[in-house]
């Protein structure tokens, strides 16, 4: 019986394919750790596309990874099809500048998603009451491949320090540094994230914590000096026990791509998502404030062309 199922199932797909004249084929978007919102935002992607997987025979499926310089080498090697990178991370990428040892000639936008601000978050009980207290304290600096390395480096240089002048630089994945701070093995993270999350929620829960702000003429000088920085609010009213907004510096989660992938394909993911961006936004809190326009704003690589062809269909460009 559940052969016969199985093969009456394999039958109408095929049937299905054959009708629209197309093979399936199977596409990945590269996140973050589970507990982030990339996570979460690639799967909300791959959601609106499978809802069209009849039309265009696209199936997606998004997979946890490193994080934001992790999804753009992989794009680029075409082991991903779509990889999650924060603003600043695509720029370097993009330019050619540290981590990257070139022009990533073939990077190509889709669009902009949400706003990520970089918080410090550090025990109560760390002595942290300011930025350039971090000095001689143990702070996770975020794992290899993600975004939030190279952008924390940025931090420290911003204030005159480098990791040597911490007593410890983790290299914890996002997943694993709560526990970290919890069992008191790090006195505080750094992270680049979406707002709110649940991760950082359950942080706050369990562990009497702090959002140190990240101000200061250092931190200025790094506004003043790079197009991918702002100065922006990490919001308060979110996370226990941080009832104001936290002042501190903020990128944009962006989708990015190849320009090997196929026309069709990002044509089908950006309608997907477009054409549905009410039902999209329902499904993360983070995505609240998004509009149609600000998700073309932020990009560094020039937009790939099956995202051009939905953007000027829809009178967007
Ligand atoms: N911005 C982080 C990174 O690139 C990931 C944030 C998330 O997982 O939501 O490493």
Known sequence: MKHLVAAGLALALALGLAQSGQAAQFITIGTGGVTGVYYPTGGAICRLVNKGRAQHGIRCSAESTGGSVHNVQNVIARELDFGIAQSDVHWKAWNGTEPFAARQATLRSVFS?????????VRADAGIRQLTDIRGKRINMGNPGSGTLPTAQDVLSAIDLTPDDLALAGGLKSAEQGDALRDNKHDGFFFLVGHPNGGIKDIFFSVDARLIPLVGPGIDNLVARYPYYVHAK????????????????????????????????VYALVKAVFSDLEEFKALHPAFRDLTAKDMLQGLTA????????????AGLM
């Open 302 to 313: 020039p937009l790939h062309k099956g995202a051009v062809r939905y953007f000027r269909e």
């Open 113 to 121: 998603i949400h706003p990520e601000t970089a918080i410090l978050v």
């Open 234 to 265: 990490t919001p308060g009213g979110l996370y226990r026990g941080v009832d104001r907004d936290v002042a501190t510096i903020a990128v944009k989660a962006t989708l990015v791509t190849s320009s090997e992938v196929d026309e069709a394909v």
